[in-house]
């Protein structure tokens, strides 16, 4: 069931104009009108009052004599704390260069997108990722699309999670296993 809206209120800043030069939005009175010629007003942004702003912020680029923050200026309101890390698929075409020639050690989850348990492990393998930048690689293998590979390492589980190392299969950790164990495989081969 749909609910149409009387009228939309929001708090103004000084630099809008004033609410009596604007009118509420009218609900209309059946839903073919909505469509036929009913305007919303026109979304201008947020708007960032200078008493918001640290000492650091206010002396990032400003609009010539507007009071407003550039779009050019590089101004950010809001950003993520911790982004997410996508740990890339390997497939077929790039199994040897990525996997086996790698000069550093490479962790390579096998899992598949029907897998429940793949699906609980996923975060803990982009966490370890985060973790050894630049000290392990990681890597993902879908066994329905990269069968082959599968075969060749035996994998008969999923997910299953190989540690590579010279070109070499080192350790192979089967199931949906806490962090703390493969932190521990890891650590054997930095």
Same mark, same amino acid.
């Given at each position: ?32 009108? @909505? ?43 809001? *950003?993520?704390? =911790? ?17 086996? =020639? ?25 966490? @370890?990722? &985060? $973790?050894?930048?630049? &000290?392990? +690689?990681?890597? &993902?293998?879908?066994?329905? *699309? ?5 075969? $060749? ?14 070109? *070499? +299969? ?11 164990? @493969?932190?521990?495989?890891? *650590?054997?081969?930095?």
């Amino acid at each position: 069931m749909a609910t149409v809206l009387d009228s939309v209120v929001a708090p103004r800043s000084s630099a809008l104009p004033s609410s009596a030069a604007l009118s509420p939005i009218s609900a209309p009175s059946s839903p073919s009108s @909505l469509s036929a010629g009913a305007r919303l007003p026109r979304y201008r942004g947020l708007k960032v009052g200078s008493a918001l702003l640290t000492r650091s912020a206010r002396s990032l680029s400003y609009g010539p004599a507007s009071g407003r923050a550039s779009r050019r200026g590089g101004l950010v309101v809001c *950003e993520a704390q =911790d982004t997410a890390v996508e740990v890339p698929a390997v497939g077929d075409a790039t199994w040897q260069s990525l996997v086996l =020639d790698s000069e550093t050690p490479v962790l390579v989850e096998f899992w598949a997108p029907w897998c429940g348990p793949c699906r609980m492990i996923h975060p803990i393998i982009d966490e @370890l990722a &985060k $973790q050894y930048v630049g &000290k392990l +690689k990681c890597y &993902k293998v879908n066994t329905d *699309e990269s069968s082959s590979i599968a075969t $060749q390492y035996g994998i008969r589980s999923i997910p299953t999670v190989i540690i590579f190392k010279g070109g *070499e +299969k080192k350790d192979a950790i089967i199931g949906a296993v806490p962090k703390s164990t @493969l932190t521990t495989s890891i *650590e054997k081969f930095l």
